[in-house]
């Protein structure tokens, strides 16, 4: 059965500084895979999401996540964390062919710090 | 403008009641979601439609119904069969039914239990 972990339910930087989100997955087949950000009180916004193309996603926001078959993990990355990325974010997985299901990991707190 | 719409944005219910989320789309997509959101956790999934006229049950449906008799419209009856009902509710949708696309979300409702 497919899973998710993200390795940390809270992480905090200094504005400025590089943020690093960690995941890994389980998956018995080719999945699809995407981190999704939440704020307080509103719906997920999409991110980046990785469908079987190229292994370095680019996203919104200057977010990236380079999905690495052998490690199964698909970190998500930016160079300069700024105030507004304080919020929650999921690293999901989807398996094809199985309804669109999404599988969603526990989430990781993101503090930004002044 | 396009996108997926909930309401009401905050709901209160006395015990023993049902009460019915609606989640509307004018995207177009044939598939549509819903999650609970517990704090600290991640979505989980309740119930799903990949078509008008059909859903299938997720991982938690007992306690709760769905209907899909139009393709833009997916409500979610909370009946008082379900014990722990206070959570925040996410309702998405998806272009494709077989998870090889991103699933869209919107702003949530937040249900609470009196």
């Known amino acids: 059965a497919q899973s998710v972990t993200q390795l940390d339910s809270h992480v905090s930087v200094s504005e400025g500084t590089p943020v690093l989100l960690r995941c890994n997955y389980s998956?018995?087949?080719?999945?699809?895979l995407f981190w999704y950000v939440q704020h307080p009180n509103k719906g997920l916004q999409l991110l980046l999401k990785?469908?079987?193309?190229?292994?370095l996603v680019k996203g919104i926001n200057g977010f990236e996540a380079e999905f690495k078959k052998s490690e199964t993990s698909f970190h998500l990355t930016k160079p300069s964390a700024h105030m507004s990325d304080a919020a929650e974010y999921f690293c999901v997985v989807s398996e094809r062919n199985q309804g669109g299901k999404l599988i969603f990991g526990q989430g990781t707190e993101l503090s930004v710090k002044p | 403008d396009g996108g997926i719409t909930q309401s009401p944005k905050y709901l209160f219910r006395k015990e023993g009641q049902n009460v019915t989320l609606s989640c509307e789309q004018n995207l177009n997509h044939d598939a549509m979601y819903w999650y609970r959101q517990d704090p600290g956790q991640g979505l989980r999934l309740i119930y799903y439609s990949q078509i008008v006229n059909d859903f299938q049950k997720g991982d938690i449906a007992e306690g709760y119904s769905v209907s899909r008799e139009k393709k833009e419209s997916f409500p979610l009856t909370v009946t008082s069969a379900q014990k722990n009902p206070t959570a925040f509710y996410l309702c998405a949708s998806s272009i494709d039914r077989w998870g090889h696309n991103e699933q869209f979300f919107g702003p949530g409702t937040r249900l609470t239990v009196l």
């Open positions: 998956s018995s087949y080719s999945p699809s």
């Open positions: 990785y469908t079987s193309a190229a292994t």
